[in-house]
């Protein structure tokens, strides 16, 4: 089954302690990019990339680094979480050429206290 | 930058009402728009796209057509049922640079029965 898998799909932390998010997709997709999603504020693009070792900052990348050392995985870390990075984080992937619709993942609810 | 402007929500219909939900952008050249579908507890999907002027992107009894006179790309559908609710978002992509996303802020959907 085509699909895009996050982990955790729950996260609890304290400031300071470093996390990663591990996102994969097995379609194949050249791109793939972070999202946070926040009430009132839509969806917000964090970091994307169109390769391996090929990435980009989105509209939102303070705080947050991204590597792409292999094209299904793209993890999220925070080396430094604050509670103003409490969201819900989405990754997803697209196939170049393809209109480039994306393929989402079903989403990481992160706290930081 | 690129910009996508969604009216703002929530939306409260009756089931077999009409739906439109107003998307206007903001894009140098020929971006490919999008509507995305977010249903409680899980990520978005695609719902429909356009790729250029004046196509139309239909899906599940939802259409919408990209006009570019006007910059918009609303959403409609002729007879919501009660498990359309859901967040709807209209986002654009370029191919100059696709990794590159933007986002609305989401329209939120409630159908009554």
């Known amino acids: 089954e085509a699909q895009v898998t996050q982990n955790p799909r729950y996260l609890i932390t304290v400031t300071g302690k470093k996390l990663t998010v591990t996102c994969s997709q097995n379609?194949?997709?050249?791109?793939m990019s972070w999202y946070r999603q926040d009430p009132g504020l839509g969806l917000r693009q964090i970091y994307y990339?169109?390769?391996?070792?090929?990435?980009d900052k989105g509209d939102v990348p303070e705080g947050y680094k991204v590597s792409r050392k292999e094209k299904r995985n793209f993890p999220l870390i925070l080396e430094s979480p604050s509670p103003n990075q409490t969201s819900l984080y989405f990754c997803?992937?697209?196939?170049?050429?393809?209109?480039?619709?994306?393929?989402f993942g079903p989403g990481t609810r992160l706290t930081v206290t | 930058g690129n910009s996508v402007t969604q009216m703002e929500g929530p939306v409260t219909l009756s089931e077999e009402a009409f739906l439109t939900i107003n998307c206007t952008y903001t894009a140098t050249g020929y971006p490919s728009l999008f509507w995305y579908v977010q249903y409680p507890g899980e990520g978005l999907q695609l719902l429909l796209k356009a790729t250029k002027a004046d196509d139309k992107g239909s899906n599940k009894g939802f259409e919408a057509t990209y006009r570019k006179e006007t910059t918009s790309f609303h959403l409609e559908k002729g007879s919501v049922q009660v498990s359309d609710s859901a967040v709807y978002f209209c986002a654009l992509s370029r191919d100059t640079n696709a990794g590159k996303s933007t986002f609305g802020d989401g329209t939120t959907l409630t159908v009554k029965p």
């Open positions: 379609m194949n997709h050249e791109y």
């Open positions: 997803a992937s697209s196939l170049k050429g393809q209109s480039y619709e994306q393929y």
């Open positions: 990339s169109m390769n391996v070792e090929v990435t």
